[in-house]
Nanobody
Framework: QVQLVESGGGSVQAGGSLKLSCEAS????????MGWFRQAPGKEREGVAA????????YYAESVKGRFTISEDNAKNTLYLQMTDLRPEDTAMYYC?????????????????????????WGLGTQVTVSS
């Protein structure tokens, strides 16, 4: 079982920055597909960014390319999402997600599947609110 705990959300003005963290526990696999998703009220959950930890696969939604950066600290089992130039349309609940096994991670972290909200493990989310 993988437990995911997000933190770092908050309220900022447009143009501001936030850094989200997702601490993972319960799994020693260092090669996992992990991602960030977001869901605004009345909208479907959408993929924001994903990466294969310890590897070289990184994906971003077009709407956040150049503004958001996903990264990891393997020693801390923590995934990050650095968000800059925030816009009101970035307002949403942000969720961390993860696969567990190496092979399921390889399948999940591919160009055609990373953004599908079907990861095995999910955190409870952290709210990001951007005002204009």
């Amino acid at each position: 079982q993988v437990q995911l705990v997000e933190s770092g959300g908050g309220s900022v003005q447009a143009g501001g920055s936030l850094k989200l963290s997702c601490e993972a526990s319960g799994d020693s696999n260092s090669r996992k597909c992990m991602g960030w998703f977001r869901q605004a009220p009345g909208k479907e959950r959408e993929g924001v960014a994903a990466m294969l930890t310890g590897g070289d696969r990184i994906y971003y939604a077009e709407s956040v390319k150049g503004r958001f950066t996903i990264s990891e600290d393997n020693a801390k089992n923590t995934l990050y999402l650095q968000m800059t130039d925030l816009r009101p349309e970035d307002t949403a609940m942000y969720y961390c997600a993860a696969e567990s096994s190496f092979f399921s991670s390889l399948r999940r972290c591919s160009a055609g599947t990373w953004y599908v909200p079907e990861f095995k493990y999910w955190g409870l989310g952290t709210q990001v609110t951007v005002s204009s």
